[in-house]
T-cell receptor, first 114, second 110 residues
């Protein structure tokens, strides 16, 4: 157990639907990062939050959004889902932005869009 | 962020020492070198990080030459469970995000 909790572990939904993925960072970590990993793609950075504020954005689609709440958990919202959104979505956390010990990743949410 | 180049895949046998080399010719003064390991359907796991010379922990060693234009991850006496993708990342720890490349797919054979 890495200390980063992601729910749900698996999600199957239809095209056009909206889903919310949840991440609880490791205790004491202030930064949360979201990554997408498709079968034929590497890990794609989506977005980062630090202590409730958006810090950095990657190749995140406009249909996707995220937020970090006062208790530091984060949610990734995916809407108007397409077949190509099927992927593993990972959340990672770190103590601060400048973390010499690397990120800690959760075990991911596998999203299947049918 | 410095661009990294590492082999797409490698095969080795149980009990062998495996060395995975990563090239990063454009590494900057403030950049650190970090390696992650990812098993199928799991999130990446931090293995080791270094700035120069040699770093060793209970899992691996990281060798960085004086010019820092490359680095080598060394896994001693691998087992079947070391089959995974290994990512080399180079960046300033003040960066807001880390970018993963394609990694090296290591396959350990019995």
């Amino acid at each position: 157990d890495s200390g980063v909790t992601q729910t749900p572990k698996h999600l199957i939904t239809a095209t056009g639907q909206r889903v919310t993925l949840r991440c609880s960072p490791r205790s004491g970590d202030l930064s949360v990062y979201w990554y997408q990993q498709s079968l034929d793609q590497g890990l794609q950075f989506l977005i980062q939050y630090y202590n409730g504020e958006e810090r950095a954005k990657g190749n995140i689609l406009e249909r996707f959004s995220a937020q970090q709440f006062p208790d530091l958990h984060s949610e990734l919202n995916l809407s108007s889902l397409e077949l190509g959104d099927s992927a593993l979505y990972f959340c990672a956390s770190s103590r601060t932005v400048q973390d010499y010990y690397g990120y800690t990743f959760g075990s991911g949410t596998r999203l299947t869009v049918v | 962020l410095a661009k990294t180049t590492q082999p797409i895949s490698m095969d080795s046998y149980e009990g062998q020492e495996v060395n995975i080399t990563c090239s990063h010719n454009n590494i900057a003064t403030n950049d650190y070198i970090t390696w992650y390991q990812q098993f199928p359907s799991q999130g990446p796991r931090f293995i080791i990080q270094g700035y120069k010379t040699k770093v060793t922990n209970e899992v691996a060693s990281l060798f960085i030459p004086a010019d820092r234009k490359s680095s080598t991850l060394s896994l001693p006496r691998v087992s079947l469970s070391d089959t995974a993708v290994y990512y080399c990342l180079v960046g300033d720890l003040r960066d807001d995000k880390i970018i993963f490349g394609k990694g090296t797919r290591l396959h350990i054979l019995p």
